[in-house]
């Protein structure tokens, strides 16, 4: 029985590592790089093993790179269910300048998938049992197509299970399209959407509301960084907001966000509840160096100081506009 399920379509290995100083065209001395399996739906999966919970990770792998994803896992004891494809699955690069403490991240475009191959990954997940909650999350490889979501999302039709998504562009557009539970853009996905290039809090709520309106899905968390996360339903605007933390790195802060989320929701937490902790997670996430996801040690204490804090404006976003704005 997988009660939570997580599909990852573009994995990568992630290599993290360090330098003294970034100057160009120089021989540069690195630290040994720290490999960590990689990708969205992988990094949720990991984030909840870390809090406690457990979820299967389905993956498209292929090569060398794919294998050492799966025995990183294994070692992580994440249940996995890699589907194996012809191409090397991809190795992304996280870099940082300990002169000045900025990081840089590179991220690879992933390996051509054949249809054969991503319909391999879709066949299964129709075969696992028990599925309460499917989390489709991360960007899609050459070879993928944009309704991939969109198909995910009449898998956990069938199955009648809770579909997650956690994307961008048009992926994202047609699997609010064909139906899902929850999504999670941050505030730029959010304003692509819509056609527009930014929002501030009092539109992000009123594009949230005006999706959900339309009878596709019934939860967004808009994601806002530092300023933490947005929950929106059709009765409810959350705004939660951790507390000022020193950020190491901000890689993998989303996909620890979501996996409290669900974790959480799974449990029979509350929605609202789910996200503190959720943004509590994304937080602990950030105080870790490279491509570190969350600890329970320290997503628990964070959720401690923010539980409680989180400012509930409802039912009617104009009513509250000025709060709002401050809030």
């Known amino acids: 029985m997988a009660a939570i399920v997580t599909i990852t379509l573009n994995p990568a290995l992630d290599k993290s590592l360090s330098i003294p100083k970034l100057v160009a065209d120089k021989k ?9 399996p990689g990708g969205g739906g992988i990094n949720v999966a990991r984030a909840i093993k870390k809090l406690g919970g457990n979820a299967l990770a389905v993956y498209l792998s292929g090569g060398d790179t794919g294998k050492k994803i799966t025995r990183l896992l294994a070692e992580e004891s994440v249940e996995s269910m890699p589907v194996n494809i ?34 391999q990954c879709l066949d299964a997940v129709e075969q696992i049992p028990g599925i309460e909650y499917i989390i489709a999350s991360g960007s899609l490889p050459p070879g ?31 699997a609010l399209q064909a ?19 930014d929002l501030d809090k009092q539109s992000a709520a ?12 019934e939860v967004v968390i808009v994601s806002m960084g530092a300023e933490g996360a947005m929950l929106v339903t059709e009765e409810l605007v959350v705004n939660i907001k951790p507390p000022a933390l020193k950020i190491k790195s901000t890689v993998g802060a989303g996909d620890s966000l979501l996996a409290g989320v669900v974790l959480s929701l799974a449990a029979g937490k509350n929605l609202p509840t789910a996200v503190e902790y959720g943004v509590a ?47």
């Open 179 to 197: 139906g899902v539970y929850l999504v999670k853009p941050n505030l730029k996905e959010l304003a692509s959407l819509v056609g527009k290039e």
């Open 206 to 217: 009123e594009v949230a509301r005006e999706i959900i309106g339309y009878g596709n899905c």
């Open 28 to 36: 540069l001395k690195c630290s040994a790089a720290v490999c960590e």
């Open 86 to 119: 012809s191409e090397s699955t991809r190795e992304n690069l996280v870099i940082a300048d300990l002169s000045d403490g900025k990081q840089y991240l590179f991220d690879m475009p992933g390996p051509a998938v054949s249809e054969q191959e991503w319909q």
């Open 281 to 327: 997670c994304g937080a602990a996430a950030t105080i870790n160096p490279g491509t570190e996801l969350c600890t329970k040690t320290n997503a628990d204490h964070i959720y401690g100081l923010i539980h409680g804090k989180g400012k509930k404006l409802a039912p009617s976003v104009d009513e509250h506009s000025e709060l709002l704005k401050a809030g």
């Open 144 to 174: 993928v197509p944009t309704d991939i979501f969109a198909r995910i999302a009449l898998i956990a039709r069938r199955k009648n299970a809770k579909l997650v998504v956690d994307t961008s562009g048009p992926a994202l557009r047609q």
